[in-house]
């Protein structure tokens, strides 16, 4: 979970958008009630969905290179995102043992990778989990840094 934690630091000074204007943040699901903060550095993109009340959903890091490395071990769920199949990785909060921790990475038709994270208590990972599938990455929206 170490990534999560170096990506705390891009949050200060990132900005909201709204589902429509995400800058180079994947396309959110219809009707989902989430909409995009999103901060460009250098390169990279990140983007985290928030709820109305302004929790995180999920969120996302786009680089060149990976900054999440899987762990086989760690396998959980098979899932498609955006036509590509992945494995979602278990991940854990010391200091909340109740909360699952999913993570997971996209190879970009650009040549990037999307490094994608949620958490979630366990009865609303499933839905949780459908809802981070449902991202589209539309490649007019990739920047090509």
């Not at 999440?68 to 590509?84: L, M």
């Not at 699952?100 to 839905?127: K, Y």
Request: include cysteine; charged fraction near 20%; proline fraction near 6%.
């Amino acid at each position: 979970m170490s990534a999560l934690l170096v990506l705390a630091g891009v949050i200060g000074s990132a900005h909201a958008q709204d589902s429509q204007d995400g800058g180079n943040c994947p396309q959110l699901p219809a009707n989902s009630g989430l909409a995009w903060e999103y901060k460009a550095t250098g390169g990279s993109d990140f983007c985290r969905a928030l709820r109305a009340d302004g929790s995180e959903a999920f969120g996302l890091y786009i680089s060149r290179k990976a900054n999440f490395e899987p762990k086989r071990g760690n396998r959980a769920e098979e899932a498609v995102i955006d036509g590509q199949n992945v494995y979602w990785y278990k991940g854990e909060l010391a200091t909340r043992p109740d909360v699952e921790v999913r993570e997971t990475l996209v190879e970009l038709p650009d040549g990037r990778v999307a490094h994608i994270w949620l958490q979630a208590d366990a009865p609303l990972l499933a839905p949780a989990l459908s809802q981070v599938q449902s991202i589209r990455f539309p490649a007019t929206r990739l920047s090509s840094n």
